[in-house]
């Protein structure tokens, strides 16, 4: 049996996928068991636990071969050091009395006498471990590059939203960042290991850039135009209130990340590349994938499913979806899923757009003279669509015939947008969600998204009671 902690985290909880799909035993200690259940795999089992609640441990540990420990206390506060310290000493105890055989631990990369905080109770935590007793594999990283992450996520605030960055001396420390699918493997593989005493593993991709690096090659990827002008005298915690101002979602914890950035946080023993089969990927191509990832994700999701998860929507400026905003509303209509798809597929071309044509109109036309498509292209069929079909100024890039219509933005935009139409059958009805996205770029993607929030609402809005009208007096 494999222990997971950390499963509702960000590592974690790939992780956890990454082991299901090779069908490993999987056992999850949550402190909170029903925000994790519906997550897992039928054959994965969800059980109460807290580190820093050592009674809680021994169910937990029971008939556990390997244990990962993935827990951090970063974002609780001010006394995340103790508490993480605690919490592994619990740990290490109950899972010796248990009889674990191994322990897999993420900890982060840094040497040095001056460790930041952060890397301090990192490696603590990590020695902890390895005097326990059970044999622990403590892998190291750096940066992870994966969309979600939280370094990716500071990196892609501060280029999206700042043209001009003027930049502290730690943007040019070092790092060995390592896109999070082979940081997974080694994690996966870990399993395998050979030898039965305690190993610390240094591991990282094959670059070695600094944070201002990372921010260059993320605007490259994202056709952005920045420039960074360096001031010495601007602080790690001067940084920290500045992150707060462009991010405030990721400052708490970024605070704590951007103290330890004093820190080169490179490999300095490639032992990992001996031990191990992984060979990671560099910086562009993680950075690529991430972005690629994300867009699979973004694809596949069911905004049902996205927005029930929100207890609140924001009622102005939509909802944050990675980096997308997601204008989405729902209504009713007394007909099958079949019935409620129709008028959706007629939707173009000489039927129009259902409300505020003139708008569409003017839109196009203005397109069209930026150098776009405009309205001209129309639709193949008055009745029926198929992926890759145009349509107006956009492209059908999925459509399942009584469920789904997904449209992707072919007009002059700065970034890339979707307007999207589920039905879903109800006992006594359907639903139709209708849901705009937008990927902005920069600055200015941001500014005309929010500049058009008032007639985006209006058109939207009047187009979905309109569909809703079709359905009942079809």
């Known amino acids: 049996m494999i222990l997971l902690t950390g499963a509702t985290g960000y590592v974690g909880g790939r992780l956890l996928s990454a082991l299901e799909a090779r069908g490993k035993g999987v056992r999850c200690m949550a402190r909170r068991p029903s925000f994790l259940e519906a997550r897992v795999g039928t054959t994965t089992e ?46 290490a105890g109950a899972a010796r009395e248990a009889g674990v055989r191994r322990i897999v631990y993420l900890g982060g990369l840094g040497d040095g006498e001056r460790l930041s905080p952060h890397l301090e109770s990192r490696q603590e935590v990590g020695s902890i471990l390895r005097c326990s007793g059970v044999p622990t594999i403590e892998f190291r990283a750096s940066i992870v ?43 996966v593989e870990a399993l395998d290991y050979p030898h039965d005493q305690s190993a610390v593993y240094e591991i990282g991709g094959p670059d070695r850039v600094s944070y201002g690096d990372l921010m260059r090659e993320y605007a490259r990827l994202r056709n952005l135009n920045r420039m960074m002008i360096p001031v010495p005298v601007l602080t790690p915690r001067l940084s920290s209130l500045w992150l707060a101002l462009v991010s405030p979602i990721y400052a708490r914890v970024g605070r704590e990340l951007i103290s330890g950035l004093r820190n080169e946080t490179v490999v300095r023993d490639p032992g990992a590349l001996d031990a191990f089969l992984v060979r990671p990927r560099g ?4 950075l690529t994938r991430a972005l690629a990832n994300e867009d699979s994700a973004f694809a596949a999701t069911r905004w049902s499913d996205a927005l029930s998860a929100h207890r609140s929507v924001p009622t102005w400026g939509g909802l944050k979806f990675g980096s997308r905003l997601v204008d989405s509303r729902v209504a009713w209509v007394p007909a ?37 498509p405009g309205m001209r292209r129309g639709r193949r069929h008055p009745e029926t669509l198929m992926t890759g079909d145009a349509l107006d100024f956009w492209r059908v890039e999925a459509v399942e015939q ?20 589920e039905v879903t059958g ?20 941001l500014v005309y998204w929010y500049g058009l929030w008032v007639i985006h609402q209006l058109v939207f809005a009047g187009m979905l009671r309109s569909l809703v009208r079709e359905v009942t007096s079809a």
Not at 46 to 71: I, K
Not at 283 to 286: A, G, I, L, M, P
Not at 354 to 370: F, I, K, S, V
Not at 405 to 410: Q, T
């Open 46 to 91: 969800v059980v109460r636990g807290d580190v820093l609640d050592p009674e809680s441990l021994r169910a937990a540990l029971c008939d556990v071969h390997t244990a990962y420990y993935l827990v951090h206390s970063m974002a609780t506060g001010p006394s995340y050091a103790e508490d993480d310290r605690r919490g592994a000493i619990a740990f």
């Open 145 to 187: 590059i994966g969309s979600g992450s939280l370094s990716f996520e500071v990196i892609r605030a501060l280029v999206e939203k700042l043209p001009v960055m003027v930049t502290p001396s730690w943007v040019h420390t070092r790092t060995q960042p390592i896109g999070i699918e082979d940081l997974i493997s080694y994690l």
């Open 336 to 372: 099958t899923p079949e019935q409620a798809f129709r008028p959706i597929a007629r939707i173009g071309g000489e039927s129009g757009w259902y409300y505020g044509n003139r708008l569409w109109r003017l839109r196009g036309a203005l397109d069209w003279l930026a150098g776009g």
């Open 402 to 421: 009584g469920r789904l219509l997904r449209l992707a933005a072919e007009m002059r935009l700065p970034g890339r947008a979707w307007l999207q139409f």
């Open 426 to 445: 109800q006992a006594d009805g359907s639903l139709i969600r209708q849901t705009a996205l937008f990927d902005p770029v920069g600055l200015s993607g």
């Open 283 to 286: 910086v562009r191509q993680s």
